[in-house]
């Protein structure tokens, strides 16, 4: 892997992996998608990259792995801070922030069930 390049360690029904994914799309980033089999055996970069969860998705970048997707969005949006993420007021800001939380923790957690 080469400095700043840029690596997901993602797999395709991952809903976590496409906020991801879609966060790189809006700024416009290119990037390379690594699928990892979750239930047939996950790579060696993925366990040594995400050794806590050992789950997608991971994010490297200049070879510094970056696991869970809010962390990763906030990464993206902070290190390529145009065009924002994010609303410009704090408020608006906090509003998104709750909606992505409740996704997460509402209707994601639904899914998997």
Request: net charge negative; charged share 25%.
């Amino acid at each position: 892997m080469s400095k700043n390049e840029l690596v997901i360690l993602d797999c395709w029904a991952s809903p976590f992996c496409m906020r991801v994914k879609i966060a790189l799309a809006e700024k416009g980033l290119d990037y390379e998608e690594r699928a990892e089999d979750l239930f047939g055996g996950k790579s060696d970069l993925l366990l040594t990259s995400n050794p806590i969860y050992k789950k997608v998705p991971v994010f490297l970048h200049d070879g510094k792995p970056l696991c869970e997707s809010s962390v990763i969005v906030s990464y993206i949006d902070e290190t390529w801070p145009a065009p924002a993420l994010l609303p410009s007021t704090p408020y608006e800001r906090s509003q998104a922030r709750f909606w992505a939380d409740y996704i997460d923790k509402k209707v994601l957690l639904f899914l998997t069930r």
